[in-house]
């Protein structure tokens, strides 16, 4: 399998800025922070992490909505950040994105067929086709009946809208789809659905995706692989099988402790980890390690100092954490943490 | 047209509006034509709402009135919608330095007082058509609903929807014509029907003290000027005048039905939605 997207070390970075009168930049909001990514063609990477982490902002700088700061951004070959004006924008066909709020992200006074249509008309691919059947193909895709095209999308129900956002999407023929938090707008009984015709669609339109969430029990349904993205980094990247049965690093230890376990014998003997401290924050994000704040593993060397780059501990298997081999033997045990008070962001010089 | 009140007060101001065309076919008198034989006339006989101090007739004069008010303001206030709508999306969605100019443009004609504006180009228009009137009447009454539309399209730029439409490729242009536009749409419409009011205002106040409508032609404010030099005849200035309240209220009356009808916070869209 290939490569369809590959990321070496992206940044995005957004400048404070303050001033009256003139505007000065005072300081960075380091929202992703180095990010090495490979997707390859054909499978489902999920990226999950808490808010604020910089996952939505990891996605929206590949599909270039927010500009990146620096980093190599590689799709199907073409470097992404080379592309300029109708380059990008036939490149872009290629790369839909699924929006979080179905509702918002449709325009309330547009038909569902003009929504349908404006993509494919924009890329030129009405040309010498039957739209009407192109129209009703899309939607028996999606599962939405034939009359849905002159209807507005206040008429529909949730999953029905977030329906008419992957429709869209899936217009112009794709190869890539980012869906940003594609469920958790939604009723979880819908959930499912929601993400069950995304795994649909992949088998039969031969789809890539880049799923990002907050939920772990939606990606792991859905992915092939997972990343664990904190605050700015990714921190584990695995096959998601492996990463919910042997996680590595210690913050997905802690994020999958939090997960509960339907089995109550179980869940009252498991142990839990409860990180402590707050979130540090982006726009002074902590030295060395990113995590060495709240890490109950935290050693005295190397932690605060050294940042861990992400690397290979069995194949497939990446992780960024110093002592990743002497936390799974066992050698080295949690201990508790002091929570440190997240310093107030001093801005002024 | 789902309001009640939209229906009633557009009906009345087509019907009215009408008539001022057709009623030359039904009254004895033509608007330019004067009875010598009867000055200062009280209404009553051929002359419905009696004649002024040259014999002219009094209803086919406010008829007349009427219809040039009402034309200025038919005209002048979707145009200056239309520059409202130009103006505010562009600077809106935008931004930057298009923003800033636009409105500084904006802002300039907004604190210089219209009517100042007018009077000194007033000499240069006289003798002008009845078109730059309009023009003219639409240039001073859009800087404020641009104010509003560029605030919305601000808002509306942010919003998912326009950047699903960015995303797709789709040229900023056809962007503010097919998405932020749309969604301006309410506000639009009843701000045509709020500055048709203010237009048939401002056109009667300029034509009262002299620089709108030019003799011999008539419009409901040279009618009312021509009219109160004296108050001894009261059938002289009150019918223009009378013409001029009502025309303004069904105006706004059908403004208020529209805002009804299409504003989302108002009781009916409410009902709609919660149900």
């Given at each position: 399998?290939?490569?369809?997207?590959?990321?070496?070390?992206?940044?995005?970075?957004?400048?404070?800025?303050?001033?009256?009168?003139?505007?000065?930049?005072?300081?960075?909001?380091?929202?992703?922070?180095?990010?090495?990514?490979?997707?390859?063609?054909?499978?489902?990477?999920g990226?999950?992490?808490?808010?604020?982490?910089?996952?939505?902002?990891?996605?929206?700088?590949?599909?270039?909505?927010?500009?990146?700061?620096?980093?190599?951004?590689?799709?199907?070959?073409?470097?992404?950040?080379?592309?300029?004006?109708?380059?990008l924008?036939?490149?872009?066909?290629?790369m839909?994105?699924?929006?979080?709020?179905p509702?918002?992200?449709?325009?309330?006074r547009?038909?569902?067929?003009?929504?349908?249509?404006?993509?494919?008309?924009?890329?030129?691919?009405?040309?010498?086709?039957?739209?009407?059947?192109?129209?009703?193909?899309?939607l028996?895709?999606?599962?939405?009946?034939?009359?849905?095209?002159?209807?507005?999308?206040?008429?529909?129900?949730?999953?029905?809208?977030?329906?008419?956002?992957?429709?869209?999407?899936?217009?112009?023929?794709?190869?890539?789809?980012?869906?940003?938090?594609?469920?958790?707008?939604?009723d979880?009984?819908?959930q499912?659905?929601?993400?069950n015709?995304?795994?649909?669609?992949?088998?039969?339109?031969?789809?890539t995706?880049?799923?990002?969430?907050?939920?772990?029990?939606?990606?792991?349904?859905?992915?092939?692989?997972?990343?664990?993205?904190?605050?700015?980094?990714?921190?584990?990247?695995?096959?998601?099988?492996?990463?919910?049965?042997?996680?590595?690093?210690?913050?997905?230890?802690?994020?999958?402790?939090?997960?509960p376990?339907?089995?109550?014998?179980?869940?009252?003997?498991?142990?839990?980890?409860?990180?402590?401290?707050?979130?540090?924050?982006?726009?002074?994000?902590?030295?060395?390690?990113?995590f060495?704040?709240r890490?109950?593993?935290?050693?005295?060397?190397?932690?605060?100092?050294?940042?861990?780059?992400?690397?290979?501990?069995?194949s497939?298997?990446k992780?960024?954490?110093?002592?990743?081999?002497?936390?799974r033997?066992?050698e080295?045990?949690?201990?508790?943490?002091?929570?440190?008070?997240?310093?107030?962001?001093?801005?002024?010089? | 047209?789902?309001?009640?009140?939209?229906?009633?007060g557009?009906?009345?101001?087509i019907?009215v509006?009408?008539w001022?065309?057709?009623?030359?076919?039904?009254?004895a008198?033509?608007?330019?034509?004067?009875?010598?034989?009867?000055?200062?006339?009280?209404?009553?006989?051929?002359?419905?709402?009696?004649?002024?101090?040259?014999?002219?007739?009094?209803?086919?004069?406010?008829?007349?009135?009427?219809?040039?008010?009402?034309?200025?303001?038919?005209?002048?206030?979707?145009?200056?919608?239309?520059?409202?709508?130009?103006?505010?999306?562009?600077?809106?969605?935008?931004?930057?330095?298009?923003?800033?100019?636009?409105?500084?443009?904006?802002?300039?004609?907004?604190?210089?007082?219209?009517?100042?504006l007018?009077?000194?180009?007033?000499?240069?228009?006289?003798?002008?058509?009845?078109?730059?009137?309009?023009?003219?009447?639409?240039?001073?009454?859009w800087?404020?609903?641009?104010?509003?539309?560029?605030?919305?399209?601000?808002?509306l730029?942010?919003?998912?929807?326009?950047?699903?439409a960015?995303?797709?490729?789709?040229?900023?242009?056809s962007?503010?014509?097919?998405?932020?536009?749309?969604?301006?749409?309410?506000?639009?419409?009843?701000?045509?029907?709020?500055?048709?009011?203010?237009?048939?205002?401002?056109?009667?106040?300029?034509?009262?003290?002299g620089?709108?409508?030019?003799?011999?032609?008539?419009?409901?404010?040279?009618?009312?000027?021509?009219?109160?030099?004296t108050?001894?005849?009261?059938?002289?200035?009150?019918?223009?005048?009378?013409?001029?309240?009502?025309?303004?209220?069904?105006?706004?009356?059908?403004?208020?039905?529209?805002?009804?009808?299409?504003?989302?916070?108002?009781?009916?869209?409410?009902?709609?939605?919660?149900?």
């Open positions: 399998m290939t490569n369809l997207v590959e990321i070496e070390d992206l940044k995005v970075h957004f400048p404070i800025r303050r001033g009256l009168f003139v505007d000065r930049v005072v300081g960075h909001v380091y929202a992703v922070d180095g990010v090495d990514l490979s997707i390859r063609r054909g499978e489902t990477y990226l999950v992490g808490e808010s604020g982490c910089g996952k939505s902002t990891l996605g929206r700088g590949l599909l270039r909505l927010t500009e990146p700061t620096g980093g190599r951004m590689v799709f199907d070959g073409t470097d992404l950040a080379t592309l300029k004006g109708e380059d924008r036939r490149m872009r066909r290629r839909q994105m699924v929006f979080q709020d509702l918002s992200s449709l325009d309330p547009q038909s569902v067929e003009s929504i349908l249509v404006e993509g494919i008309r924009v890329h030129g691919l009405d040309k010498g086709v039957d739209l009407g059947k192109t129209l009703r193909d899309l028996t895709s999606v599962g939405l009946p034939h009359g849905s095209l002159r209807k507005y999308p206040h008429e529909f129900s949730g999953g029905q809208r977030q329906r008419i956002g992957i429709a869209r999407a899936l217009a112009v023929r794709p190869d890539l789809i980012v869906a940003d938090e594609p469920v958790s707008a939604l979880v009984s819908v499912a659905q929601v993400i015709l995304l795994e649909d669609l992949q088998g039969e339109f031969g789809l995706y880049l799923v990002i969430a907050h939920d772990l029990a939606v990606v792991r349904h859905i992915a092939d692989r997972v990343g664990v993205m904190y605050l700015g980094g990714i921190v584990e990247e695995a096959p998601a099988h492996e990463l919910y049965t042997d996680p590595l690093h210690p913050y997905t230890r802690a994020l999958l402790s939090a997960v376990v339907p089995d109550p014998v179980v869940e009252d003997r498991r142990e839990r980890i409860l990180l402590t401290g707050d979130l540090p924050s982006p726009a002074a994000p902590p030295a060395g390690c990113r060495h704040t890490c109950p593993w935290k050693q005295a060397t190397r932690c605060d100092t050294e940042r861990p780059r992400l690397r290979a501990v069995e497939g298997h992780v960024a954490c110093h002592y990743a081999e002497q936390i033997s066992g080295l045990r949690p201990h508790s943490v002091e929570p440190e008070l997240v310093p107030e962001l001093v801005l002024d010089p | 047209m789902r309001s009640r009140r939209a229906r009633i557009l009906t009345v101001l019907l509006y009408l001022t065309f057709l009623s030359p076919l039904v009254a008198w033509d608007w330019s034509a004067k009875d010598l034989s009867a000055f200062l006339e009280p209404p009553g006989g051929s002359h419905w709402w009696g004649t002024t101090q040259t014999g002219e007739d009094v209803y086919a004069q406010s008829m007349r009135g009427l219809q040039r008010s009402l034309s200025t303001g038919l005209l002048a206030g979707p145009l200056a919608t239309v520059i409202a709508a130009v103006v505010g999306s562009l600077a809106g969605y935008f931004g930057g330095w298009t923003d800033r100019i636009l409105m500084w443009g904006t802002d300039l004609l907004l604190v210089v007082p219209a009517f100042v007018v009077a000194i180009a007033s000499p240069a228009l006289n003798g002008g058509s009845f078109l730059w009137l309009v023009l003219v009447m639409a240039g001073l009454v800087m404020i609903t641009a104010r509003v539309v560029r605030s919305m399209a601000r808002e730029r942010e919003r998912p929807f326009v950047q699903a960015r995303y797709t490729g789709m040229g900023p242009l962007i503010i014509y097919r998405h932020v536009l749309p969604n301006t749409a309410s506000i639009l419409i009843i701000d045509a029907t709020i500055s048709m009011a203010s237009v048939v205002l401002l056109e009667s106040a300029l034509s009262y003290f620089f709108g409508v030019q003799s011999p032609d008539v419009s409901l404010g040279t009618l009312i000027r021509d009219g109160t030099r108050l001894a005849y009261p059938w002289l200035f009150l019918p223009p005048s009378l013409l001029l309240i009502g025309a303004v209220l069904v105006v706004n009356y059908t403004g208020d039905g529209l805002r009804d009808a299409l504003d989302p916070g108002s009781e009916r869209a409410r009902r709609v939605t919660g149900s």
